[in-house]
Protein backbone atom coordinates (compact mmCIF):
# COMPACT_ATOMS: atom_id res chain seq x y z
CA UNK A 1 0.00 0.00 0.00
CA UNK A 2 1.49 3.66 -0.81
CA UNK A 3 2.59 5.42 1.90
CA UNK A 4 2.41 9.13 2.28
CA UNK A 5 5.38 11.47 1.64
CA UNK A 6 7.20 12.82 4.55
CA UNK A 7 7.13 16.17 3.77
CA UNK A 8 3.42 15.97 2.99
CA UNK A 9 2.72 14.24 6.48
CA UNK A 10 4.61 16.70 8.19
CA UNK A 11 2.68 19.57 6.64
CA UNK A 12 -0.81 17.76 7.60
CA UNK A 13 0.51 17.34 11.46
CA UNK A 14 0.79 21.37 11.49
CA UNK A 15 -3.10 21.57 10.38
CA UNK A 16 -3.71 25.35 10.74
CA UNK A 17 -0.90 26.51 12.80
CA UNK A 18 2.11 28.76 10.48
CA UNK A 19 4.22 26.91 8.02
CA UNK A 20 5.35 29.80 6.15
CA UNK A 21 5.34 33.71 7.12
CA UNK A 22 6.08 36.43 4.87
CA UNK A 23 5.35 39.96 4.92
CA UNK A 24 2.76 39.88 7.84
CA UNK A 25 1.09 36.96 6.39
CA UNK A 26 1.02 33.22 7.89
CA UNK A 27 0.32 30.34 5.69
CA UNK A 28 -1.05 27.11 7.45
CA UNK A 29 0.28 23.77 6.41
CA UNK A 30 -2.66 22.91 4.73
CA UNK A 31 -3.07 25.78 3.36
CA UNK A 32 0.42 25.04 1.16
CA UNK A 33 -1.23 22.10 0.49
CA UNK A 34 -4.20 23.49 -0.95
CA UNK A 35 -1.76 25.06 -3.61
CA UNK A 36 -2.20 29.03 -1.30
CA UNK A 37 0.75 30.55 -2.47
CA UNK A 38 2.35 33.64 -1.21
CA UNK A 39 3.35 36.81 -3.54
CA UNK A 40 7.11 36.88 -4.72
CA UNK A 41 10.22 35.44 -4.30
CA UNK A 42 10.96 32.58 -1.68
CA UNK A 43 7.43 32.30 -0.60
CA UNK A 44 6.55 31.54 -3.84
CA UNK A 45 9.10 29.04 -4.82
CA UNK A 46 8.09 27.22 -1.22
CA UNK A 47 5.02 26.59 -2.19
CA UNK A 48 5.61 25.48 -5.83
CA UNK A 49 7.68 23.08 -4.52
CA UNK A 50 5.57 21.88 -1.90
CA UNK A 51 3.05 21.29 -4.92
CA UNK A 52 5.57 19.41 -7.08
CA UNK A 53 6.71 17.58 -3.79
CA UNK A 54 3.14 16.49 -3.33
CA UNK A 55 2.62 14.93 -6.65
CA UNK A 56 5.39 12.65 -6.74
CA UNK A 57 5.11 9.31 -6.11
CA UNK A 58 6.04 7.93 -2.86
CA UNK A 59 9.42 6.27 -4.29
CA UNK A 60 10.68 9.32 -5.92
CA UNK A 61 9.14 11.72 -2.88
CA UNK A 62 11.45 9.52 -1.05
CA UNK A 63 14.89 9.61 -3.02
CA UNK A 64 13.89 13.88 -2.69
CA UNK A 65 13.84 13.85 0.70
CA UNK A 66 17.24 12.30 1.32
CA UNK A 67 18.70 15.58 1.42
CA UNK A 68 15.90 17.35 3.61
CA UNK A 69 16.10 14.74 6.05
CA UNK A 70 19.91 15.40 6.67
CA UNK A 71 18.70 19.51 6.89
CA UNK A 72 16.33 19.10 9.83
CA UNK A 73 18.70 16.63 11.21
CA UNK A 74 20.98 19.75 11.27
CA UNK A 75 18.00 21.76 12.66
CA UNK A 76 17.47 19.62 15.44
CA UNK A 77 14.20 18.92 17.49
CA UNK A 78 10.74 21.53 17.92
CA UNK A 79 10.24 24.15 18.40
CA UNK A 80 11.66 25.92 15.08
CA UNK A 81 10.98 29.22 14.27
CA UNK A 82 13.69 29.68 11.44
CA UNK A 83 14.08 32.61 9.43
CA UNK A 84 15.50 32.54 6.61
CA UNK A 85 17.47 35.90 5.54
CA UNK A 86 18.19 34.44 2.01
CA UNK A 87 17.53 35.35 -1.89
CA UNK A 88 15.56 32.55 -3.24
CA UNK A 89 18.44 30.49 -4.20
CA UNK A 90 18.48 26.64 -4.04
CA UNK A 91 20.09 26.01 -0.69
CA UNK A 92 17.16 28.36 0.95
CA UNK A 93 14.69 26.53 -0.54
CA UNK A 94 15.96 23.15 1.05
CA UNK A 95 16.72 25.31 4.31
CA UNK A 96 12.83 26.18 4.76
CA UNK A 97 11.51 22.74 3.05
CA UNK A 98 13.40 21.03 6.09
CA UNK A 99 12.28 23.25 8.28
CA UNK A 100 8.80 22.38 7.51
CA UNK A 101 9.68 18.76 7.03
CA UNK A 102 11.07 19.15 10.68
CA UNK A 103 7.45 20.39 12.21
CA UNK A 104 8.72 23.87 12.48
CA UNK A 105 7.79 27.44 10.55
CA UNK A 106 9.36 29.80 8.21
CA UNK A 107 10.14 33.29 8.49
CA UNK A 108 10.50 34.17 5.02
CA UNK A 109 13.15 37.58 5.81
CA UNK A 110 14.51 40.12 3.77
CA UNK A 111 18.21 39.87 3.27
CA UNK A 112 18.08 43.55 1.98
CA UNK A 113 16.39 44.97 5.02
CA UNK A 114 17.98 47.82 7.25
CA UNK A 115 19.89 46.08 9.69
CA UNK A 116 18.32 46.80 12.54
CA UNK A 117 14.85 46.17 11.05
CA UNK A 118 16.34 42.30 10.36
CA UNK A 119 17.22 42.53 14.31
CA UNK A 120 13.77 43.66 15.44
CA UNK A 121 11.83 41.09 13.19
CA UNK A 122 14.33 38.20 14.97
CA UNK A 123 13.22 39.54 18.18
CA UNK A 124 9.24 39.50 17.63
CA UNK A 125 8.95 36.34 16.15
CA UNK A 126 11.19 35.17 18.49
CA UNK A 127 13.21 33.46 16.26
CA UNK A 128 14.67 29.98 17.07
CA UNK A 129 17.24 29.06 13.74
CA UNK A 130 18.46 31.77 11.55
CA UNK A 131 20.24 31.03 8.30
CA UNK A 132 22.15 34.03 6.29
CA UNK A 133 24.61 34.46 4.40
CA UNK A 134 28.20 34.72 6.02
CA UNK A 135 28.93 38.18 5.59
CA UNK A 136 25.62 39.26 6.40
CA UNK A 137 25.74 37.31 10.04
CA UNK A 138 29.12 39.44 10.72
CA UNK A 139 27.71 42.83 9.90
CA UNK A 140 24.65 42.08 12.13
CA UNK A 141 26.64 40.57 15.07
CA UNK A 142 29.13 44.12 15.45
CA UNK A 143 25.33 46.15 14.69
CA UNK A 144 26.26 48.90 17.27
CA UNK A 145 22.63 48.34 18.59
CA UNK A 146 22.20 44.89 18.72
CA UNK A 147 22.23 44.62 22.73
CA UNK A 148 18.76 46.57 22.33
CA UNK A 149 17.15 43.25 20.81
CA UNK A 150 15.83 40.35 22.69
CA UNK A 151 17.27 37.40 20.44
CA UNK A 152 17.29 34.95 23.96
CA UNK A 153 15.05 32.51 21.75
CA UNK A 154 17.81 31.93 19.24
CA UNK A 155 19.74 28.53 19.30
CA UNK A 156 21.21 28.15 16.20
CA UNK A 157 22.80 30.10 13.23
CA UNK A 158 23.76 28.75 10.39
CA UNK A 159 25.91 30.87 7.82
CA UNK A 160 26.87 30.36 4.24
CA UNK A 161 29.45 31.35 2.36
CA UNK A 162 33.75 30.70 2.56
CA UNK A 163 35.95 29.84 4.95
CA UNK A 164 35.23 31.89 7.94
CA UNK A 165 38.11 33.50 10.05
CA UNK A 166 38.16 32.51 13.58
CA UNK A 167 37.56 36.58 14.62
CA UNK A 168 34.21 36.86 12.85
CA UNK A 169 32.89 33.55 14.27
CA UNK A 170 34.00 34.76 18.18
CA UNK A 171 32.61 37.90 17.93
CA UNK A 172 29.10 36.13 16.52
CA UNK A 173 29.14 33.79 19.11
CA UNK A 174 29.89 36.29 21.85
CA UNK A 175 26.99 38.99 20.37
CA UNK A 176 24.31 36.31 19.62
CA UNK A 177 24.64 33.68 22.04
CA UNK A 178 24.40 30.94 19.53
CA UNK A 179 25.34 28.25 18.36
CA UNK A 180 27.32 28.62 14.92
CA UNK A 181 27.11 25.70 12.19
CA UNK A 182 29.35 26.96 8.74
CA UNK A 183 27.82 25.72 5.33
CA UNK A 184 29.93 25.88 2.58
CA UNK A 185 28.57 27.66 -0.03
CA UNK A 186 27.84 26.15 -3.18
CA UNK A 187 30.48 26.03 -5.63
CA UNK A 188 30.80 29.55 -7.59
CA UNK A 189 31.86 28.86 -11.56
CA UNK A 190 35.43 29.81 -10.94
CA UNK A 191 35.42 26.64 -8.15
CA UNK A 192 33.60 25.12 -10.48
CA UNK A 193 37.09 25.47 -13.09
CA UNK A 194 39.32 24.46 -10.52
CA UNK A 195 37.63 21.36 -9.54
CA UNK A 196 37.17 20.53 -13.19
CA UNK A 197 41.13 21.33 -13.64
CA UNK A 198 42.41 19.32 -10.28
CA UNK A 199 40.25 16.29 -11.88
CA UNK A 200 41.54 17.12 -14.90
CA UNK A 201 45.30 16.89 -13.36
CA UNK A 202 44.50 13.71 -10.85
CA UNK A 203 43.10 11.44 -14.21
CA UNK A 204 46.85 12.93 -16.22
CA UNK A 205 48.77 11.84 -12.96
CA UNK A 206 47.18 8.52 -12.44
CA UNK A 207 47.53 7.95 -16.47
CA UNK A 208 51.18 8.33 -16.71
CA UNK A 209 51.73 6.19 -13.07
CA UNK A 210 53.28 3.14 -14.87
CA UNK A 211 56.16 5.15 -16.11
CA UNK A 212 57.26 5.83 -13.14
CA UNK A 213 57.36 2.02 -12.03
CA UNK A 214 60.79 0.91 -10.81
CA UNK A 215 62.45 4.23 -10.33
CA UNK A 216 62.99 5.62 -7.20
CA UNK A 217 64.07 8.89 -5.63
CA UNK A 218 67.23 7.61 -4.78
CA UNK A 219 68.00 6.53 -8.34
CA UNK A 220 67.21 9.08 -10.14
CA UNK A 221 69.53 11.70 -7.46
CA UNK A 222 71.93 8.99 -7.53
CA UNK A 223 72.31 9.67 -11.53
CA UNK A 224 71.71 12.98 -11.78
CA UNK A 225 75.02 13.98 -9.37
CA UNK A 226 77.05 11.56 -11.38
CA UNK A 227 76.41 12.73 -14.59
CA UNK A 228 76.84 16.26 -13.60
CA UNK A 229 80.34 15.40 -11.90
CA UNK A 230 81.35 13.46 -15.38
CA UNK A 231 80.25 16.62 -17.44
CA UNK A 232 81.92 19.11 -15.34
CA UNK A 233 85.11 16.63 -15.45
CA UNK A 234 84.43 16.10 -19.04
CA UNK A 235 84.42 20.20 -18.84
CA UNK A 236 87.29 20.59 -16.57
CA UNK A 237 89.73 17.93 -19.09
CA UNK A 238 88.97 20.12 -22.36
CA UNK A 239 90.54 23.21 -20.89
CA UNK A 240 93.40 21.40 -18.76
CA UNK A 241 94.68 19.64 -21.98
CA UNK A 242 95.26 23.58 -23.24
CA UNK A 243 97.74 23.79 -20.32
CA UNK A 244 95.26 26.07 -18.16
CA UNK A 245 93.84 25.55 -14.83
CA UNK A 246 95.76 22.81 -13.79
CA UNK A 247 97.46 24.73 -10.81
CA UNK A 248 95.27 26.12 -7.82
CA UNK A 249 98.41 28.44 -7.55
CA UNK A 250 98.29 30.33 -10.86
CA UNK A 251 95.41 32.24 -12.30
CA UNK A 252 94.20 33.02 -15.71
CA UNK A 253 91.56 35.82 -17.28
CA UNK A 254 88.68 34.70 -19.43
CA UNK A 255 91.04 35.93 -22.14
CA UNK A 256 93.74 33.78 -21.59
CA UNK A 257 91.88 30.57 -21.35
CA UNK A 258 90.18 30.95 -24.42
CA UNK A 259 93.42 32.17 -26.02
CA UNK A 260 95.39 29.19 -24.94
CA UNK A 261 92.87 26.50 -25.71
CA UNK A 262 92.38 28.14 -29.14
CA UNK A 263 88.45 28.76 -28.84
CA UNK A 264 87.19 29.89 -32.03
CA UNK A 265 84.97 33.63 -31.68
CA UNK A 266 81.71 31.83 -32.30
CA UNK A 267 82.61 29.08 -29.49
CA UNK A 268 82.93 31.88 -26.80
CA UNK A 269 80.08 31.89 -25.23
CA UNK A 270 80.20 28.21 -24.89
CA UNK A 271 83.03 28.16 -22.79
CA UNK A 272 82.14 31.21 -20.85
CA UNK A 273 79.53 29.38 -19.56
CA UNK A 274 81.72 26.25 -19.01
CA UNK A 275 83.53 28.75 -16.78
CA UNK A 276 80.70 29.83 -14.72
CA UNK A 277 79.51 26.11 -14.38
CA UNK A 278 82.99 24.93 -13.13
CA UNK A 279 83.12 28.35 -10.52
CA UNK A 280 79.26 27.33 -9.69
CA UNK A 281 79.83 23.87 -8.42
CA UNK A 282 83.56 24.37 -6.78
CA UNK A 283 85.60 22.46 -9.48
CA UNK A 284 87.18 26.13 -10.04
CA UNK A 285 87.75 29.37 -8.16
CA UNK A 286 87.24 32.85 -9.36
CA UNK A 287 88.27 36.11 -7.57
CA UNK A 288 88.23 39.33 -9.43
CA UNK A 289 87.62 37.79 -13.02
CA UNK A 290 90.72 35.47 -12.60
CA UNK A 291 90.00 31.36 -12.54
CA UNK A 292 92.23 29.43 -10.10
CA UNK A 293 91.60 25.58 -11.17
CA UNK A 294 93.11 22.51 -9.20
CA UNK A 295 95.50 19.39 -10.17
CA UNK A 296 95.18 17.87 -13.34
CA UNK A 297 92.94 15.80 -14.63
CA UNK A 298 93.24 12.61 -16.50
CA UNK A 299 91.66 11.07 -19.54
CA UNK A 300 91.37 7.92 -17.18
CA UNK A 301 89.53 9.98 -13.97
CA UNK A 302 87.00 11.28 -16.27
CA UNK A 303 86.51 7.82 -18.34
CA UNK A 304 85.78 6.24 -14.84
CA UNK A 305 83.45 9.45 -13.89
CA UNK A 306 81.15 8.42 -16.16
CA UNK A 307 80.70 5.16 -15.60
CA UNK A 308 78.43 5.12 -12.42
CA UNK A 309 76.30 7.38 -14.75
CA UNK A 310 75.86 4.94 -16.85
CA UNK A 311 75.23 2.09 -14.72
CA UNK A 312 71.87 4.18 -12.71
CA UNK A 313 70.63 5.51 -16.04
CA UNK A 314 70.95 1.76 -17.76
CA UNK A 315 68.38 0.22 -14.73
CA UNK A 316 65.58 1.84 -15.84
CA UNK A 317 65.65 5.55 -16.51
CA UNK A 318 66.89 5.11 -20.49
CA UNK A 319 68.38 3.76 -23.52
CA UNK A 320 72.51 3.72 -23.29
CA UNK A 321 72.64 5.53 -26.71
CA UNK A 322 70.65 8.41 -25.73
CA UNK A 323 73.17 8.89 -22.54
CA UNK A 324 76.01 7.95 -24.97
CA UNK A 325 75.33 10.73 -27.40
CA UNK A 326 76.16 13.25 -24.44
CA UNK A 327 79.72 11.04 -23.59
CA UNK A 328 80.44 11.17 -27.48
CA UNK A 329 79.49 15.13 -27.77
CA UNK A 330 82.50 14.91 -24.59
CA UNK A 331 85.10 13.21 -26.64
CA UNK A 332 84.21 16.05 -29.14
CA UNK A 333 84.71 19.28 -26.84
CA UNK A 334 88.19 19.64 -28.16
CA UNK A 335 87.61 19.55 -31.62
CA UNK A 336 84.56 21.61 -31.60
CA UNK A 337 85.67 24.98 -29.39
CA UNK A 338 88.78 24.80 -31.99
CA UNK A 339 86.31 24.61 -35.33
CA UNK A 340 87.58 21.67 -36.24
CA UNK A 341 84.45 20.00 -36.13
CA UNK A 342 81.29 21.88 -36.61
CA UNK A 343 78.53 22.62 -34.28
CA UNK A 344 75.82 19.91 -34.63
CA UNK A 345 71.73 20.45 -33.57
CA UNK A 346 70.67 20.87 -30.17
CA UNK A 347 69.85 17.40 -28.44
CA UNK A 348 67.15 17.20 -25.70
CA UNK A 349 68.53 17.26 -22.40
CA UNK A 350 69.09 13.26 -21.11
CA UNK A 351 66.79 14.16 -18.49
CA UNK A 352 64.32 15.00 -20.56
CA UNK A 353 64.66 11.70 -22.26
CA UNK A 354 63.82 10.22 -19.40
CA UNK A 355 60.73 11.58 -17.78
CA UNK A 356 58.75 11.95 -21.90
CA UNK A 357 56.97 8.73 -21.17
CA UNK A 358 55.40 10.50 -18.28
CA UNK A 359 55.31 14.03 -19.25
CA UNK A 360 53.87 12.69 -22.65
CA UNK A 361 51.22 10.82 -20.93
CA UNK A 362 50.37 13.84 -18.41
CA UNK A 363 50.02 15.83 -21.31
CA UNK A 364 48.17 13.91 -23.12
CA UNK A 365 45.39 13.11 -20.89
CA UNK A 366 45.31 16.45 -19.36
CA UNK A 367 44.25 18.05 -22.48
CA UNK A 368 42.02 15.17 -23.28
CA UNK A 369 40.28 15.76 -19.44
CA UNK A 370 40.32 19.21 -20.40
CA UNK A 371 38.46 18.77 -23.72
CA UNK A 372 35.71 16.19 -22.73
CA UNK A 373 34.57 18.67 -19.97
CA UNK A 374 34.51 21.78 -22.49
CA UNK A 375 30.70 23.15 -22.88
CA UNK A 376 31.07 26.16 -24.85
CA UNK A 377 29.35 26.78 -27.72
CA UNK A 378 31.97 26.78 -30.47
CA UNK A 379 34.85 24.24 -30.82
CA UNK A 380 37.47 23.75 -28.41
CA UNK A 381 40.38 25.90 -29.77
CA UNK A 382 43.94 24.52 -28.82
CA UNK A 383 47.33 25.66 -29.45
CA UNK A 384 50.38 23.75 -29.25
CA UNK A 385 53.65 25.62 -29.88
CA UNK A 386 56.69 24.14 -30.76
CA UNK A 387 54.78 20.94 -32.46
CA UNK A 388 57.03 19.92 -35.61
CA UNK A 389 54.39 17.64 -36.95
CA UNK A 390 51.08 15.88 -37.64
CA UNK A 391 51.59 13.23 -34.77
CA UNK A 392 52.11 14.13 -31.40
CA UNK A 393 50.26 13.30 -27.77
CA UNK A 394 48.10 16.68 -28.12
CA UNK A 395 46.98 15.29 -31.65
CA UNK A 396 46.30 11.79 -30.16
CA UNK A 397 44.64 12.90 -27.43
CA UNK A 398 42.02 14.82 -29.52
CA UNK A 399 41.79 11.95 -32.02
CA UNK A 400 40.58 8.99 -29.24
CA UNK A 401 37.19 8.49 -29.90
CA UNK A 402 34.42 9.76 -29.10
CA UNK A 403 36.56 12.63 -30.88
CA UNK A 404 36.35 15.89 -29.33
CA UNK A 405 34.65 18.49 -31.17
CA UNK A 406 38.61 20.86 -31.56
CA UNK A 407 40.31 23.19 -33.64
CA UNK A 408 43.85 22.06 -33.23
CA UNK A 409 46.45 24.80 -34.19
CA UNK A 410 50.27 24.86 -34.34
CA UNK A 411 50.90 28.74 -35.03
CA UNK A 412 48.97 31.01 -33.18
CA UNK A 413 46.01 33.06 -36.30
CA UNK A 414 45.52 35.99 -33.89
CA UNK A 415 42.61 34.72 -31.93
CA UNK A 416 42.42 33.42 -28.19
CA UNK A 417 42.79 29.75 -27.14
CA UNK A 418 41.02 27.40 -24.49
CA UNK A 419 44.23 25.43 -24.16
CA UNK A 420 47.59 26.64 -24.76
CA UNK A 421 50.30 23.64 -24.63
CA UNK A 422 54.00 24.81 -24.63
CA UNK A 423 57.37 24.34 -23.78
CA UNK A 424 59.34 27.52 -21.70
CA UNK A 425 62.21 29.04 -23.75
CA UNK A 426 63.04 32.05 -21.62
CA UNK A 427 62.46 33.80 -18.13
CA UNK A 428 59.14 33.01 -16.32
CA UNK A 429 58.17 36.65 -16.62
CA UNK A 430 58.53 36.90 -19.82
CA UNK A 431 57.77 33.58 -21.24
CA UNK A 432 54.74 32.92 -19.17
CA UNK A 433 53.40 36.53 -19.71
CA UNK A 434 53.29 36.16 -24.02
CA UNK A 435 51.78 32.80 -23.31
CA UNK A 436 48.55 33.48 -21.28
CA UNK A 437 48.33 36.61 -23.49
CA UNK A 438 47.27 34.11 -25.93
CA UNK A 439 44.12 32.74 -23.74
CA UNK A 440 40.48 33.60 -23.92
CA UNK A 441 38.47 34.16 -20.90
CA UNK A 442 38.49 30.38 -18.66
CA UNK A 443 41.39 29.63 -20.89
CA UNK A 444 43.89 27.04 -19.84
CA UNK A 445 47.78 27.23 -20.05
CA UNK A 446 49.71 23.43 -20.04
CA UNK A 447 54.07 24.67 -19.75
CA UNK A 448 56.28 22.10 -19.89
CA UNK A 449 58.98 24.50 -17.86
CA UNK A 450 62.89 22.98 -17.12
CA UNK A 451 63.34 23.35 -12.87
CA UNK A 452 66.46 21.81 -12.45
CA UNK A 453 69.85 22.82 -13.84
CA UNK A 454 70.66 20.90 -17.40
CA UNK A 455 74.20 20.37 -17.22
CA UNK A 456 74.70 17.94 -20.12
CA UNK A 457 73.11 21.07 -22.34
CA UNK A 458 76.88 22.52 -22.10
CA UNK A 459 77.63 19.32 -24.05
CA UNK A 460 75.17 19.06 -26.32
CA UNK A 461 73.72 22.29 -27.04
CA UNK A 462 74.31 25.04 -29.67
CA UNK A 463 76.96 27.36 -29.06
CA UNK A 464 74.99 30.61 -29.75
CA UNK A 465 72.89 29.99 -26.57
CA UNK A 466 72.73 32.92 -24.46
CA UNK A 467 73.01 32.52 -20.93
CA UNK A 468 69.49 33.60 -19.90
CA UNK A 469 67.40 31.41 -22.33
CA UNK A 470 66.17 27.99 -20.59
CA UNK A 471 65.81 24.69 -22.69
CA UNK A 472 64.15 25.26 -25.86
CA UNK A 473 62.71 21.99 -26.25
CA UNK A 474 60.64 21.84 -29.41
CA UNK A 475 62.40 18.26 -29.67
CA UNK A 476 60.31 17.14 -26.95
CA UNK A 477 57.31 17.51 -28.83
CA UNK A 478 58.51 14.98 -30.93
CA UNK A 479 59.70 12.80 -28.30
CA UNK A 480 55.94 12.76 -26.88
CA UNK A 481 54.84 10.98 -29.81
CA UNK A 482 55.87 7.40 -27.67
CA UNK A 483 53.64 8.95 -25.09
CA UNK A 484 50.93 6.05 -24.85
CA UNK A 485 47.89 8.40 -25.41
CA UNK A 486 46.00 5.60 -27.72
CA UNK A 487 45.55 7.05 -31.16
CA UNK A 488 42.02 6.67 -32.93
CA UNK A 489 42.79 4.05 -35.70
CA UNK A 490 40.78 6.96 -38.34
CA UNK A 491 42.26 10.06 -37.05
CA UNK A 492 43.60 11.81 -39.83
CA UNK A 493 46.81 14.24 -40.23
CA UNK A 494 46.36 17.71 -39.09
CA UNK A 495 48.25 19.98 -41.73
CA UNK A 496 50.44 23.09 -40.08
CA UNK A 497 53.19 24.88 -40.90
CA UNK A 498 56.34 24.46 -39.27
CA UNK A 499 56.71 26.06 -36.17
CA UNK A 500 59.52 28.93 -35.57
CA UNK A 501 63.01 27.52 -35.41
CA UNK A 502 63.93 26.51 -31.66
CA UNK A 503 66.11 28.60 -29.51
CA UNK A 504 69.28 26.94 -28.47
CA UNK A 505 69.20 25.75 -24.99
CA UNK A 506 71.27 26.78 -22.03
CA UNK A 507 72.11 25.20 -18.76
CA UNK A 508 70.47 27.08 -15.98
CA UNK A 509 66.41 26.95 -14.91
CA UNK A 510 64.37 28.39 -12.42
CA UNK A 511 63.29 26.35 -9.41
CA UNK A 512 59.67 25.63 -9.82
CA UNK A 513 58.14 28.06 -7.70
CA UNK A 514 59.48 30.91 -9.91
CA UNK A 515 57.47 29.79 -12.16
CA UNK A 516 54.35 29.35 -9.75
CA UNK A 517 54.94 32.80 -9.21
CA UNK A 518 55.20 34.25 -12.90
CA UNK A 519 51.63 32.38 -13.41
CA UNK A 520 50.15 34.41 -10.52
CA UNK A 521 51.47 37.26 -11.13
CA UNK A 522 50.17 37.02 -15.37
CA UNK A 523 46.54 36.35 -13.43
CA UNK A 524 46.38 32.67 -12.63
CA UNK A 525 44.33 32.13 -9.98
CA UNK A 526 45.17 28.01 -9.69
CA UNK A 527 48.60 26.67 -10.63
CA UNK A 528 48.85 23.09 -10.25
CA UNK A 529 51.86 20.92 -11.57
CA UNK A 530 53.14 17.83 -12.68
CA UNK A 531 54.70 15.76 -10.76
CA UNK A 532 54.08 16.80 -7.66
CA UNK A 533 56.76 17.46 -5.09
CA UNK A 534 58.34 14.84 -3.45
CA UNK A 535 57.61 12.32 -6.63
CA UNK A 536 60.67 10.69 -8.27
CA UNK A 537 60.25 12.64 -11.81
CA UNK A 538 60.21 15.63 -10.17
CA UNK A 539 63.83 15.20 -9.46
CA UNK A 540 64.46 14.80 -13.13
CA UNK A 541 64.24 18.70 -13.03
CA UNK A 542 61.16 19.55 -15.57
CA UNK A 543 57.24 19.87 -14.68
CA UNK A 544 54.08 20.04 -16.24
CA UNK A 545 52.43 22.91 -14.97
CA UNK A 546 48.62 23.29 -15.32
CA UNK A 547 46.94 27.17 -15.38
CA UNK A 548 43.94 28.91 -15.49
CA UNK A 549 42.99 31.99 -16.04
CA UNK A 550 39.05 33.47 -14.86
Known amino acids: MPTTPALVSALRELGDRPAVVADGRAISGIGLLLGVSPPGGLPRILAERVAAHAALPPSAARTAEQRLQHWAGVLGPPPIRHTVLHPATDLAVELALATLLAGGTVHCGDPQQDPDQQLAALAADATTHLSLPSALLWRLSRRPGLATHDLGALRLVLHVGPEPQQEDVYAAVDALGAVLAHVRAPHTHAEAADHRLRAAVDAASATAWKHTIGVTAEQVQAFGAHLDQAVLASLLLTLQQSGVLTDPGRGHTEAEVLAAALVTPAQRPRVGRWLDALTRHGLITRHEGVHHGRTELTAAEVREAWRPAVEAWTDGLGPLAALDRVRRGALRLPRLITGEDAPRPAATPIRWTAARGYLGAALGALVRGLAETHDGPVPLRVLELGHDGADSAITRALAVRPRQHADHHQLPDGGRYDIVVATATGRPDRAVQELVDQLAPGGHLLLLAPTGEQLDLLITGEAEAEADVLPALASVAAAFRASPVSPSPSASPISATSPASPISPAATAFA ?32 LFAARIP
Open 512 to 543: AEHWRAALTAAGCPTVLALPEDGHPMGLLGQR
